[in-house]
């Protein structure tokens, strides 16, 4: 059974950078074509997916984050990382990482979500 | 972007009911509309893909229907296990987006 667990800093201060990492077990991450996301959760803005990557490296940024984040892969190690620099208030959210078959897939896997909360 | 409205935002029910709840896209996106249930402190969980297939374990009596801009999600008899927030998705473009939810509890 594939199972997503997202671990990484859970409390970061504003303008610094958050650091996220899924570790994906039940499978190689490089098997098949799958998509790996992120994606978060805040109260005002609801879902909103972040980026994907597929383990040959492509990647593709939701628009409204791009300049402030980087997806990769490390297949060695059966992850995929997030990281979000200048990250403010507004980033604070539970994220998840989630597997699709595709990207245009829906997303059959889920992390069960960490709580970043940016603070001073 | 795609912006997908969902309505109502909330509703209340009984066990037994049978509810619908509408998704809308603000352009045709096929059927590439999927359907997630998420309970409170737990990721979403996919319930239909494609519009109107039904996940692999999901109970039948959720079902999906549309395409094009509009698609409902049905439960033909609510169960207590059932009252969560549900939400849709589209993956006809990049980047996908969801709805803002639909709440569903208890009368």
């Known amino acids: 059974q594939l199972q997503l667990q997202e671990s990484g800093s859970g409390l970061v201060k504003p303008s610094q950078t958050l650091s996220l990492t899924c570790a994906v077990s039940?499978?190689?991450?490089?098997?098949?074509?799958?998509?790996w996301s992120w994606i978060r959760q805040t109260p005002g803005k609801g879902l909103e997916w972040i980026a994907y990557?597929?383990?040959?490296?492509?990647?593709y940024y939701n628009p409204s984050l791009k300049s402030r984040v980087t997806i990769s892969i490390d297949t060695s190690q059966n992850q995929f990382s997030l990281k979000m620099n200048s990250v403010s208030a507004a980033d604070t959210a539970v994220y998840y990482c989630?597997?699709?078959?595709?990207?245009?897939?829906?997303?059959?896997?889920w992390g069960q979500g960490t709580l970043v909360t940016v603070s001073s | 972007d795609i912006p997908m409205t969902q309505s109502p935002s909330s509703l209340s029910a009984s066990v037994g009911d049978r509810i619908t709840i509408t998704c809308r896209a603000s352009q045709s996106i096929s059927t590439y509309l999927h359907w997630y249930q998420q309970k409170p402190g737990k990721a979403p969980k996919l319930l239909i893909y494609?519009?109107?297939s039904l996940q692999s374990g999901v109970p039948s009596r959720f079902s999906g229907s549309g395409s094009g801009t509009d698609f409902t999600l049905t439960i033909s008899s609510l169960q207590l296990e059932d009252f969560a927030t549900y939400y849709c998705q589209q993956s006809y473009s990049l980047p996908p987006t969801f709805g803002q939810g639909t709440k569903v509890e208890i009368k």
């Open positions: 989630a597997r699709a078959n595709n990207w245009n897939y829906p997303f059959d896997y």
């Open positions: 039940g499978a190689s991450i490089t098997s098949g074509g799958y998509s």
């Open positions: 990557i597929y383990y040959s490296g492509t990647t």
């Open positions: 494609a519009a109107s």
